[in-house]
Structures are given as structure tokens and as C-alpha cells.
């Protein structure tokens, strides 16, 4: 009887200057599918696509549920006991839960929704949670007020959220309010500003579930929980109606701002409150228009009594609602239901039976993570089982640790309490050191994962601790769990440190306890910011940070302004020993230079064997020495562009270019089988290189003298004795007297002065494209998302943990100390020198490649070079293509038993996806979006190939940065820098020795870069190679066959390198491997 009018619509139109008819159709469009926010479609949607939906939003209320205890949406709440009686009304649709004459068991828990919901004097939703057990039978419903919602489907629940989380920007939650009519009304029907009691409200499922009776007949039903007693109910006033993006309590009011739960307190401690819970059905006919099912639908029904509820007491712990004694006892779901009422299954994510079942998925997992905290924190002192914990401390420089260490052990049945691992007159968690610590609990059933705690002594300064494995048993089990870390744990978060590596297991087939711990395990890593695992496109350069995400792939977030290396996370660092080593070297180095200044090493150079004392200022013996008796010959030139440091770009022609001015006349005796150019080309005796991607790039200047950058062209002649020679070279795009062609035709002088600009213009594209853009800065989005997004209990995670441990260490030093303005690639390249080249090289080195360019076999095969003799970096680089392939596809066989496991594997489906938005999403101008790296995977082949990519990437690093510092040190043979103009038509026959020596490095600019080229070739002594396994992951027999398969793989080809080697003067060494090291440290 009470007066009250919904007002949304009216001002609705208010607002928004709707005509009656424009109203008329905007509400039409509130429930048909074009609606700008469509709530239902008839389009099947995949299990997998919706259970990601239902993620997307765990991963933000998983944390919250440990940190809250209780359901992230309403934070805030009462639980009360009591019991009830079913009394239903005739008519109804009945099932035995619904006739049982015994007295039923009941819980509910009244709640306020959202933020707002911390203070009771607010305006916000409230909710009542609501369990009738019967023996080991249960119903849960979860009701709210209003008898509509806004909210009907996935999408409807996404825009609600974010409008919610704009509630302090009144614009912005102005547009969500008005962006349909039956927003500002849903929102009515559901807010309640600070009411006088929880027992005056109605509370709704809104939802419908599906009830079959016992003879099969099946009915739609909805549930709601009212006051016993008739009275007025609590409505939203005109005022409030009209100001709804006004949630804040009114600063007059000055009750307590957990009054409600006070007065429900009071109101039990004197004696019952009385509900009545109702339910209004419909026989189910199957010609349901999806609008039936709509919370706004009217069913023209009436509401009928079900049950009589009489509760009579509060629980004081609220945790104790969430469990029964069970990992998995937990309240408030709606998918915990009787015999006869079940979830009904939706379409797709814009169905509206979808919110039921995504609150039945949600509920469940958030239930299971605040159990493990209730079991730890418990006051019970239960000592049913000895556990026996042995700690493992890495032998890692600085791994150990003073601070306090604690341990929570969970199974499937319960949890341990959280448990401190010390021993009396002891110096716990020492380097190196194994020890072993007991103590008695309760029986937890099959030990499912554990939660490390370290926390700060108080006694001593805080220390972070290296955990190589952790293993724990029950007395008399007969077996131990093992899980390996090898991990660095600091106390930087308060959050649970997650550890499930005990088993090896894709997410979809993991146990329910186990999935969630996995769950909240990735979130900690992706979603929140004190883990520090977030996405960063500020680049620091010079004094000023620069967004370079149009430019350049994403990387880990560094949180402070200096964006140095010592501020990473330790997770990324690497180990202590390796750091020193690095620093020990550049500071020898530059001791050396100094050392060298002063004893006259800088003087002006006359010959090019002094270039050669910088060699001796830094020695180094190795097989491939010999390449210094001959290093200006052709054949060593055709060598080295074959075997060298840069054996990339080579390519057989098919015609010449047009750009390309070489004629027959120039040709004039250097062919030697008789044939014209032309001839030889049809015959495919002619190669090139092509360096047209430093057109415009900017270079610095030395000395206050402009530097000059070749963008060079070379053609290359495989003669009869099948030693490759350059024959021609244009340093320049363009043929014009400015980029005439040279070659070994004209003067000695002339000859080596366009050898020298070529090989300074391939060092440029050597260093910055084929090493940093293509085998470490494309390399660090797949390390982030992976850390980001695979548990450590994935496959993927432990197999390639090795490979991308150690990129995100180097990648943030080399922004800090190489391409920075005064950095080593600065001061020595000369696309550096304080101009921006540095870069515009390396985002054209992205504009001019692909995901597809990964694939290197690939690479060689379209370069159309298989059959070049002599051509030992082809071969090498197939036969560990082969290996590698082939090491990735056992892999995922034996983990992958189908295209489904990929599809369904939602860990490696989040982690392609934040590689491609995240990674490389942010780029511009690019082949492809994103590089083409795909944004989901759907077969087992497409995942071998993502794996080998990255895997592979390794063996790529290898021979595009172990022999930088082999073929450069004597800079005469790859000149980082150059002096003087390019060489013109105009100067054709004036080179001289004089002239060639003023146009290279000085003394002092070749020790820069033999420097700066041994540090970054220098391995550390702690290196891991790739047939090696120090950290391996995996605690089952099977994956270590495959690895060993693999490694036999490389150690036959190591021996075929070698035999072949022996036979060649100067060695081709670098892809033994022997020496490739397992991922990119340097």
C-alpha cells in the first residue's frame, strides 16, 4: 500500500530531451538485440571463450577474497544462524528439498555491494546470501534488492563495472546512467540509501533457475526472501532517485557506519527476525523467447510461499560462513543446489542465464582461496599429522636470508595453519644449506600446493632469499612432494607467495583447489601493482622519459624514474656472481682505456697494423684468429659475409635492381666462366646485400665533424673455385655521381675505402637491428606475458624458464648503459653520437619485419641460399632447427594430447593474447598488427611454432653476438664508425693510404668499440648452456627423456661440427652447441 514511484524514465527523458516517441523506441531497444549494449544473442559461444569472461573478472576478485575474506562485490556483511521450515504454498512446483517436514539448517549473510559498501549509511546495494541445508543437501541463493537488475548478461555486467569504478567522475558515470533507459531504473530498484534495518528490505535472484519435478516436468523458477511481517519497506526517496551517481552517506547523519549490522546484532540478541522465502515458476513449454528470461520480465505470476525462516543468532567470525570443514566448503553459490533445481546452461556470454553460471564458477574459486586463509589462521590447535618440511637455500651469492619464513601446507580436504620454520640456536635459510623442519596440524588430504611467507625479523636488516626447492611429507606417507622454485622472494608484497610446481599440469585439468590457487597465483603476477609485473613503454633518454610504444615492443615496468637496473625486480636480476662479473669487466676496460691514453695509444694512426695494439690492449685467443693474415682480401670478405658476425642478409638474385647501376662493362674481368653478367645471373652465380632500411637515418657527430652512413648495395659472384667475392658495391640507394659503383677493377685504395663504408653501414644493422631488435628487444614481451601469465605449475613455464629467465635482466641493462645518450652503442655506432639513429634504426628494424621472420629455416630458404657452398652458418643453423623443432614438438605431445587442450589451455591463451596487445599491440606502421605474432592459438602446430620461435631465438642470438667481438676488434675489418664523406665519382682514383686511415676510427673510437663488443660477447661463469639443465623444472621421468633426446641430438651435431671444422682454415665455431648458452643473458 505504500506510495513510491521508480522515476528513472522520467528522468531519463529529463535529462537526456527524449520526445515521448524517441522514449517509446529507446525503451523498445532496452530489450531487443541491436540494443547499443545487445543483451542476448543466439549465436553458440564456446565453453572456453565464456569460462574466460568468468576470469577475466576472478582475476580481480581472487585477491580480494584473501585479503577481505569475503566476496569481493560485498566486502561488507553480517552472517546470521537460525533454521526454517518449508511451508509451501499450493500450487507450486515441488521437489523433496521442498517437502521434507524436517527442520532445516540455515546461514544467510546480509551485505552492502561495492566500495560504497564499507560504510552502511551509504547508497548502494544490498544482499542477502542465503543457505538452507538439509542433511548433505543444500540450497544457495544469492539475492539482492530491486526485483530487476542492471545488469542481465557479461557485457552488461563489464559496462556496470566500469561505470561503477567512475562513480567519483560524475560525467563519466552520467554516460553509463544514460546511455539506455532501464539503467537510472534498474539502479533505483537496487540501491538503498542507508536504511533502517536489513530485515526491512526484499531481497531477489532476479535470475531464473530450472526445476524438475519427479515426474519430469520442468518449470522456471525465481526465489526471493521478504520480511515475515507486513510493514513498510525501504525505498529510494525522489532526492536520492534523482542524484544517483551520489552515493556517499549525508554528512548529517551521524549513526555509526556499520549501524545495520549493529541493529541486526540487537534485534537477535532479543529475540528472532522472521522472512518468509518466496518463489514465483513457470511451466516450461521450450518456446521461450530469450525475453523470458530477462530479470525485467514480467511473468505475470504470482509469488507463493515456500519456507518460513527464523534466525536467532550472529556468527561473531564471519570467515566461519565460507567453510564446513572442507578446502571446498564455501556458501552463497549458486550452483550449490538440491536434486531437481539446476543452472541453466547458456548460449553465450550476452545470454542472461550466463550470470548465474559465471557467479557459480566465481563463487566457487573465491570460496576455496578464503578457506585456505580461515584453516590458517585458525585458533584450533589440531595435531592429527606430522609434517615434515626441508628447505632447499640456493648456493647463489647473497641467497639467504635472517628474516622470518613461515609456511601454509594445502590439501584437498583442509590447510595447515600458517607454520614458522625455524630452528632453536640455529642460523636458518644460510646459503647453500638444506634443512629439514617438522611440526604437527591437521589432516589436509592430498597435499594440493603451498604459501611461503617471508617476513621482515625485525632483528636484522631485511634480506631477500633465494628458495631452490621446497619438499614436504607427512609422517609415515612414504613419499615426499617436491617443489622446485629456483626463485627469488623478497617482502615486497604482503600477498600469498603461491608454489604449485609440485605437479606439472595444464590449467583445464588441474583439481578445483588447485585451479584456484593457479588463478590467484597469475593475477598476483599480471593485475597487481606492488608485484611489479606490469607493462612499460618509458624509455628513459637523457634526462626526459619518452613513450616509445609506437616504436618499440613493451617491457617490464620499472617504478621509479631513474629506470636502472639495480631497481629490478631480484625475480629478473641476474644472479649476484654474474652482476659482478659484468661490472668487474667494464671497469678493467676502462682502467685499460685510461691506462692507454697514457701510454700513447691514441696518437695518430699510420698503418693498419696498429690497429692492432687495440687488439693486444684487449686479447683474446680463439680458433678463428687466422681471419687477421688476410682480413683485406675479397675471399675473407665473402667469408665473413658467409660466417661471420652478420651472416643474415645474403641473398641470390634473380635480375638486378633497377637502383643497381652495374653493367657489363664493369664486370670486365672479374667473371671467370666466360659468361656475361646477365649469363651468370641466370645460372645463379650472383648474390646480395641490400642495407636500403638505413635510408634516412639520422647519424651524430664527432669532433664537431657531421659522421656520414652509407645505405649500400653489394653484388656478390660465387666464381668456379665456389669462394664467394664481392664484385660490385653502391653506397647509396640511388645511382647518381654520388653513389657510383666500385669495383675490385679500380685501385686497391678505392676498393677498400667502399669495403670499409659497407661493412660500417652492416655494423649499424648488425648491432641494433639483427641483434637488439631481433634477438633481444622482440624476445622480452614473450619473457613478461609469460611471467605475467603461466603459473609455475605449466608445462610452457618450466620448459622455458632457462630460455627467458635472464632477458629481462640484459634488456633493461642495455636501455640503461647502450642506447641511452652516452651509452656504449651511442658513443660507438654511428647512427648514435647524440642523434636520434639510434632509435629510427630500430623501429624500422620492426617496420621491416614480421613473426613469420622468426622462423630462421624459413628465412634462409626464401633468401634462396641453400644451395651456396661454403655457407657453414646455414648449415649449423638448420641442423639445430631441426633439433629444436623437433625437442618443442615432443614437448607439447607429450603435454598436448589435442587441438582442444590448446584451445581450452587458458594460462598460454593469456599469455599469447597480452604478448599481442601488450608486447607489440602498441606499435604503429607496421607489416602486420603486432608483428603478425598471433592473438591466440588454436592447434598443437601453431603452438610448437610460437614455442620454437622463442626457443630458437637463442641459437639466433648466438651467431648475431658471440662473434661481434671476434670481428671487430680490428676495426679496419667492421669499422663502427667512419670519418670523412662518402667516396663520389668525382673521387675515383685518389684514395690513399692516408685518406683510407683518416676515414676510420681513430685509436681511441676502436677501443671504444672493441670494448663496448667484448662486454656484450663476454659470457659469465655461472652461464647456463643449452644442453644443460641446473634449474630444471620438472619432477617426472618422461619430460627428462625428451630433453635427453635432445641433447643427444647435440652432442652428434657437436662432433660434426668439429669433424668439419678440421678441415677448414678458419673455423666456424659459434654454433657448436657447446657454446650457445640456454636463453639471452648478454
Not at 563 to 573: A, G, N, V, W
Amino acid at each position: 500500500g505504500q506510495e513510491w514511484s521508480n522515476l528513472g524514465r522520467k528522468l531519463f527523458q529529463e535529462h537526456t530531451g527524449s520526445s515521448e516517441v524517441q522514449m517509446a523506441i529507446k525503451l523498445a531497444m532496452d530489450f531487443s538485440p541491436w540494443s547499443p549494449a545487445p543483451w542476448t544473442s543466439y549465436t553458440t559461444e564456446s565453453l572456453q571463450s565464456m569460462s574466460a569472461k568468468v576470469r577475466q573478472f576472478n582475476t580481480n576478485g581472487l585477491l580480494q577474497a584473501w585479503k577481505l575474506q569475503a566476496p569481493t562485490t560485498h566486502p561488507v556483511g553480517l552472517i546470521v544462524e537460525g533454521q526454517a521450515v518449508m511451508e509451501p504454498d499450493e500450487g507450486l512446483p515441488l521437489i523433496d528439498f521442498f517437502t521434507s517436514k524436517e527442520e532445516i539448517k540455515v546461514q544467510a549473510r546480509f551485505s552492502n555491494g561495492g566500495a560504497h559498501g564499507m560504510d552502511d549509511r551509504s547508497t548502494t546495494g544490498r544482499g542477502c546470501s542465503l543457505k538452507l541445508r538439509l542433511g548433505d543437501q543444500e540450497l544457495d541463493l544469492v539475492c539482492q534488492t530491486g526485483s530487476v537488475c542492471p545488469f542481465e548478461n557479461y557485457l552488461t555486467f563489464a559496462l556496470l563495472a566500469q561505470a561503477n569504478s567512475q562513480i567519483g567522475n560524475v560525467e563519466d558515470f552520467k554516460k553509463w546512467l544514460l546511455s539506455k533507459p532501464s539503467n537510472w531504473y534498474n539502479l533505483i530498484e537496487l540501491l538503498v540509501k542507508a536504511p533502517s534495518s536489513y530485515s526491512r528490505l526484499q531481497y531477489y535472484t532476479k535470475f531464473p533457475l530450472l526445476l524438475t519435478e519427479a515426474s519430469g516436468v520442468e518449470h522456471y523458477c525465481k526465489f526471493r526472501i521478504v520480511p515475515a511481517e507486513e510493514g513498510p519497506l525501504e525505498l529510494m526517496p525522489e532526492g536520492t532517485q534523482r542524484t544517483m551517481w551520489n552515493r556517499n552517506a549525508d554528512k548529517d547523519d551521524k549513526r555509526p557506519i556499520d549501524y545495520l549490522r549493529r541493529e541486526m546484532r540487537k534485534r537477535l540478541s532479543e529475540g528472532t527476525v522472521q522472512f518468509k522465502l518466496e518463489m514465483i515458476s513457470k511451466e516450461k513449454t521450450g518456446n521461450e523467447s530469450s525475453i523470458f528470461f530477462h530479470p525485467s520480465s514480467d511473468w505475470k505470476q504470482p509469488w507463493k510461499t515456500l519456507a518460513l525462516i527464523d534466525l536467532t543468532e550472529t556468527v561473531d567470525d564471519e570467515r566461519m560462513w565460507w567453510g564446513d570443514g572442507r578446502i571446498g566448503g564455501w556458501a552463497g553459490n549458486p550452483g550449490d543446489l538440491p536434486p531437481g533445481l539446476s543452472i541453466i546452461d547458456p548460449v553465450n556470454s550476452q545470454d542472461t542465464n550466463w550470470v548465474n553460471w559465471a557467479r557459480s564458477e566465481l563463487y566457487r574459486g573465491n570460496s576455496s582461496i578464503r578457506n585456505v586463509r580461515r584453516f590458517a589462521e585458525s585458533k584450533e590447535n589440531v595435531k592429527d599429522v606430522k609434517y615434515i618440511v626441508t628447505v632447499t637455500t640456493s648456493d647463489i651469492k647473497y641467497s639467504g636470508t635472517d628474516d622470518n619464513v613461515s609456511i601454509i601446507i594445502v590439501g584437498d580436504r583442509a590447510a595447515t595453519k600458517r607454520q614458522y620454520l625455524d630452528t632453536k640456536l640455529y642460523n636458518d635459510f644460510e646459503r647453500g644449506d638444506t634443512t629439514e623442519y617438522s611440526f604437527l596440524d591437521r589432516e589436509i588430504g592430498q597435499i594440493e600446493y603451498i604459501i611461503i611467507k617471508k617476513e621482515d625479523s625485525k632483528l636484522t636488516i631485511e634480506s631477500e632469499w633465494c628458495i631452490e626447492k621446497v619438499v614436504v611429507a607427512k609422517d609415515k606417507s612414504g613419499y615426499d612432494i617436491k617443489f622446485p622454485f629456483f626463485q627469488w622472494v623478497n617482502n615486497a608484497s604482503p600477498d600469498p607467495l603461491i608454489i604449485a610446481s609440485n605437479r606439472t599440469c595444464l590449467p583445464q585439468n588441474e583439481s578445483e583447489t588447485r585451479s584456484s590457487a593457479r588463478l590467484l597465483e597469475t593475477s598476483l603476477s599480471s593485475h597487481w601493482e606492488e608485484t611489479k609485473f606490469k607493462w612499460s613503454y618509458d624509455l628513459k633518454i637523457g634526462d626526459n622519459i619518452e613513450d616509445v610504444r609506437e616504436h618499440l615492443p613493451g617491457f617490464l615496468k620499472m617504478h621509479s624514474e631513474e629506470k636502472t637496473y639495480d631497481e629490478l625486480d631480484s625475480r629478473f636480476q641476474w644472479a649476484p656472481e654474474h652482476y659482478s662479473e659484468y661490472k668487474n669487466l667494464r671497469r678493467t676496460l676502462a682502467m685499460t682505456g685510461i691506462t692507454s691514453t697514457i701510454k700513447g695509444l691514441f696518437d695518430p694512426i699510420n698503418t693498419f697494423e696498429e690497429y692492432k695494439d687495440v687488439v693486444d690492449e684487449i686479447p683474446e685467443e680463439s680458433a678463428e684468429a687466422a681471419w687477421m693474415d688476410n682480413w683485406d682480401s675479397d675471399e675473407e670478405f665473402g667469408r665473413q659475409t658467409m660466417n661471420g658476425m652478420h651472416p643474415v642478409n645474403l641473398h641470390r638474385i634473380k635480375e638486378l635492381p633497377e637502383k643497381f647501376a652495374v653493367t657489363e662493362a664493369h664486370m670486365e674481368g672479374i667473371l671467370q666462366r666466360g659468361l656475361t653478367l646477365q649469363e651468370e645471373i641466370e645460372k645463379g652465380n650472383m648474390y646480395m646485400i641490400d642495407l636500403k632500411l638505413l635510408e634516412g637515418i639520422s647519424t651524430g657527430t664527432y669532433e664537431d665533424q657531421k659522421l656520414f652512413l652509407a645505405v649500400p648495395m653489394v653484388l656478390f659472384y660465387l666464381p668456379p673455385n665456389e669462394k664467394l667475392i664481392p664484385v660490385a658495391i653502391q653506397l647509396g640507394q640511388l645511382p647518381a655521381p654520388d653513389f657510383p659503383i666500385w669495383t675490385p677493377n679500380d685501385t686497391r685504395e678505392d676498393w677498400l675505402l667502399a669495403k670499409f663504408w659497407f661493412r660500417n653501414a652492416d655494423a649499424q644493422v648488425s648491432q641494433l637491428v639483427t641483434h637488439l631488435a631481433q634477438s633481444h628487444l622482440i624476445l622480452e614481451p614473450f619473457a613478461v606475458g609469460m611471467f605475467r601469465s603461466l603459473s609455475l605449475a605449466h608445462p610452457i613455464h618450466k620448459l622455458m624458464k632457462e630460455n627467458l629467465k635472464s632477458i629481462i635482466a640484459i634488456d633493461t641493462l642495455g636501455r640503461e648503459v647502450l642506447i641511452s645518450p652516452g651509452g656504449s652503442a651511442d658513443i660507438s655506432l654511428t647512427v648514435g653520437h647524440g642523434s636520434n639513429g639510434i632509435i629510427e634504426t630500430l623501429t624500422k628494424a620492426y617496420q621491416n619485419y614480421s613473426y613469420k621472420g622468426m622462423n630462421y629455416k624459413n628465412d634462409l630458404i626464401q633468401r634462396d641460399v641453400m644451395e651456396l657452398p661454403g655457407y657453414h652458418h646455414r648449415d649449423d643453423s638448420i641442423k639445430l632447427w631441426d633439433a629444436t623443432l623437433s625437442y618443442m614438438q615432443d614437448m607439447v605431445n607429450h603435454f598436448y594430447d589435442s587441438d582442444s587442450d590448446v584451445i581450452e589451455d587458458w594460462e598460454v591463451q593469456a599469455w599469447v593474447k597480452d604478448v599481442f596487445n601488450n608486447g607489440f599491440g602498441k606499435m604503429k606502421n607496421l607489416q602486420q598488427a603486432s608483428l603478425g605474432v598471433p592473438s591466440s592459438l588454436a592447434t598443437k602446430a601453431e603452438l610448437v611454432e610460437y614455442l620454437q620461435s622463442i626457443f630458437y631465438t637463442t641459437v639466433r642470438h648466438a651467431f648475431v653476438d658471440f662473434y661481434f667481438f671476434e670481428y671487430t676488434r680490428f676495426a679496419p675489418n667492421s669499422p663502427t664508425v667512419m670519418r670523412g664523406k662518402l667516396p663520389r665519382e668525382e673521387d675515383r682514383g685518389l684514395a690513399t693510404m692516408e685518406t683510407l686511415l683518416a676515414s676510420l676510427p681513430t685509436k681511441k673510437q676502436a677501443y671504444v668499440a672493441a670494448a663496448t663488443s667484448k662486454v656484450l660477447t663476454t659470457l659469465a661463469s655461472d652461464e647456463v648452456y643449452l644442453r644443460e639443465t641446473p634449474n630444471w623444472m620438472f619432477l617426472k621421468e618422461e619430460p627428462r627423456k625428451v630433453f635427453e633426446k635432445f641433447v643427444a641430438k647435440l652432442d652428434k651435431m657437436e662432433e660434426e661440427i668439429k669433424s668439419r671444422n678440421r678441415a677448414l682454415a678458419i673455423p666456424y665455431t659459434v654454433l657448436q652447441p657447446s657454446r650457445i648458452t640456454a636463453g639471452v643473458s648478454i
